[in-house]
């Protein structure tokens, strides 16, 4: 039986829509719009889909850091409307998030001994010696050498503030990691470091993943499963295998053939599209139809009039196109 850690059914955000000198909200518009997710016990489900698609907002609401419109949220087998404050605050120190900024991620006028040391004391780790032995501990896990301790975040490259980032997640013994494009702001040479350190490390620690990408490459050594997201719904959603080999929405052929590492030898497989110019909709002005339908290559009448439900392909494969096993 799968190992749900956290999960979300139907989940909803939706912002004000203001107008005018007076800011007066004249309408709603969907940011995470009517998502369900299973984050498995020790594995990771990747969120692809480009800039502006809502990922962030979802980290944020699925953590309760802002209110959700409408769906469910459970954690651990409870729903997070049901916890108490201090079940909220327990999930919230059980949940460790790493973001793409890495200098605005750890306080410029803490040392990095003071920037893991703090997490520690805030979880209730009285033992000065004790918090030591776990900084050193983890630093090592990380690749970093107890030499950094006293220095400050400025001192540091990118890649090695990631490193920290990731060990001050860790001290706490999260169960579950966000990483909301925890390496888009790195070189291409630290980004598979990064990416490998983590995939260690979920190993040892036997970590549930939120991995958050723009990219399909970044996410195809690590994720096990992944769900590609469009305008704040997920349009495809696979194991990471079958993705690669059998998208079957036009976006996410798209996303295969913007990753050049993996399309090379992929033509033949169709993923030699392009999209149409046309813009994104507008959240405050929803349409009737499918929301990619403005930049599909395929869409026809029915795109335009019918928004596609979501429909199985195969076990656990499922898309929300109209053209689906047609293209
Ligand atoms: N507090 C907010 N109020 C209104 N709109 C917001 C707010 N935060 C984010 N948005 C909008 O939600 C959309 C999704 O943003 P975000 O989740 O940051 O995208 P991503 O992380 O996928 O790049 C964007 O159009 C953004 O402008
Ligand atoms: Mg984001």
Redesign the pocket.
Known sequence: MKDIVLSCDNLLKQ??VKKGMFNKVVGQ?N??DHVSLELEKGKTLAIV??????????T?VLLGI?DKTDGSIVFEGKSVDDMTPQEKSDMKAKIQMIFQDTLGSLHPRMSIRESLEEPLILNGVKDKEEREKIILDTLSQVGMAPMFLDRYPHQLSGGQRQRIIIARCLVVTPKIIFA??PISALDVSLQAQVINMLIDLQDKYKLSMLL?A?DLAVVRQIADQIKI?YF?EIVESAPSSEIYKNAQHPYTKVLLKAAPSISKGLEDAGFDIDLKPGDIPD?AKPMPGCPFCTRCIYADERCMKERPEETEVSPGHTVRCHKAGQI
């Open positions: 912002y004000p518009k940011i995470v889909g480009e800039s502006g698609c809502g990922k962030t907002v979802l944020r802002e909301d494009e958050i723009h997201m704040g959240p």
